[in-house]
């Protein structure tokens, strides 16, 4: 956790994603996977969002992924994240078929240093005593 309080928006955990939760306070990227459809997605929700089916269950991902899109923030939305910027937002495609909106950290904010198709594994930070968020860096080649 960091040393400071955490002031930028915290995510609220709810009872369909009290799991997903936990599991990336462990460290552990977990999806939900449609048992009638196949499909897994994200965000962890009881319904699966492509056939609407309840049969789901939970899965672990690998946290491998590629860079689907990415865009630099210069100007912060809000006063929260004026020290971070520039930072990097970016999709990743996971490995398991979801995309996932997060971070890209560990690599210059700089289009040349960024690419789309780029391998990314999937880090961890810390925020608060109850949640832990999951971002990316370019994977070690």
């Not at 930028?8 to 599991?23: F, L, M, N, T």
Request: aromatic share 10%; net charge negative; proline share 10%.
């Amino acid at each position: 956790m960091t040393e400071q309080a955490y002031s930028k928006p915290i995510p609220v955990p709810q009872g369909e994603s009290d799991y997903y939760w936990e599991k990336a306070k462990a460290h552990e990227l977990w999806l939900r996977k449609c048992d009638n459809c196949n499909q897994a997605y994200f965000y962890p929700r009881d319904i699966c969002p492509m056939c609407f089916s309840r049969n789901t269950s939970w899965i672990q991902a690998s946290g491998k992924g590629t860079l689907h899109t990415f865009a630099i923030v210069h100007r912060a939305p809000t006063p929260a994240f004026r020290d971070d910027a520039p930072f990097v937002v970016a999709m990743v495609d996971l490995e398991e078929g979801p995309r996932m909106p997060t971070n890209l950290i560990d690599v210059e904010p700089d289009p040349a240093a960024i690419k789309v198709g780029m391998a990314v594994e999937v880090v961890f930070e810390d925020i608060t005593d109850e949640i832990t968020l999951p971002k990316f860096k370019p994977a070690a080649v």
